[in-house]
Every structure is written in C-alpha cells, then in structure tokens.
C-alpha cells in the first residue's frame, strides 16, 4: 500500500514535467512517422523511376499511393509544378517533405541522376528511422524500471514470498 501511495505521490507531484514530456514525445512520434512516410514515398518513387516514369510522374504515384500529410503536401507542389515548372516548385517548397525537394532540386540542378538520389535519401530515411527505433529499446528497460519495483515485485513478495514467511512464523514457538 504504500508503494502505491509513493507512486501516487510522484505522479500528482509534478504535473508540469508529464504535460511536457506528453508533448515531447508527441513531437517526436510525429516527427517519426513523417520520416517514415516521407521514406515510402522515396522507395515508391524510386521504383516508379526504375519503371522509366519522369520524376514529376513518379511522385505523382507515389503520393498517391503513399496518402498521408506529406503526401498531401507533395500534391500541392506537383499542381504548383504544373504552371511554374517542376524546378521552380522543389525550390521554392517546405514543409515535411523538403528534403525530398531538395534533393530532386539538386538533381535536376546538376543533371546527377534522379533515381540514386531519391534512392539514397530513400536510404537515409529508413535508417534514421531504425537509429530512432533502436534508440526507443535502448531506453525501455529503465523506463519499465519503476513500474517494476512499485508494483509488479511488492506483489511478487505478496504472493511467493509471504506465505513462506508466514508458515515459517507460525511453526515457531515462542
């Protein structure tokens, strides 16, 4: 009873820290997933790119297959691509995907091929997102440590411990 107390006490004690790491780790989970959707619309454009679709079709599939925020967004600028031009668009774009426009800008900038670069930015996003996902494991066992201790082992000592302890008292004699 009084670990629970204890960990009531810590919870309720500062409200301030939870609601910002709430919002920390909203951010970052957000941040997460628009990385890996940015990521399959690279892959998905890669593979329209390797079909010998232009880069303007290709992220038209791709966002079309891939939906999502970012998605939503790379159709807009395609639309805008349509009257300024495709270089224009990725040049002038933010947002989400801007690394993906930058390095479809540089591409078509420099003449390099735009399949190794949306390929290798493809790459480069995949193991970010691994780095984060091994980063997150790295820390589960010391965040699982103090529900451990307050509320899964005194219930352990409940149950397996207690019962000997009270059998062993009783055949004493004093």
Request: overall charge positive.
């Amino acid at each position: 009873m009084i670990w629970l107390l204890l960990a009531a006490f810590v919870v309720l004690a500062f409200p301030g820290r939870r609601v910002g790491v709430v919002a920390s780790r909203l951010r970052s989970r957000r941040a997460l997933v628009h990385s890996a959707e940015l990521a399959e619309i690279c892959d998905l454009a890669a593979i329209s790119l390797t079909g010998g679709l232009n880069i303007a079709t290709s992220l038209r599939i791709a966002a079309e297959a891939a939906g999502g925020p970012i998605a939503g967004e790379l159709e807009k600028i395609l639309a805008i691509a349509r009257i300024d031009g495709l270089q224009e668009a990725m040049a002038t774009a933010g947002g989400g995907g801007v690394r993906l426009y930058q390095a479809v800008n540089r591409a078509g900038a420099t003449g390099g091929p735009m399949l190794q670069s949306v390929q290798a930015l493809a790459d480069e996003l995949w193991a970010e997102h691994a780095t984060v996902a091994v980063e997150k494991a790295r820390k589960l066992p010391v965040a699982m440590l103090l529900p451990l201790t307050l509320l899964i082992l005194p219930g352990f000592l409940l149950l397996a411990v207690a019962p000997g302890v009270l059998d062993a008292l009783s055949r004493l004699s004093f």
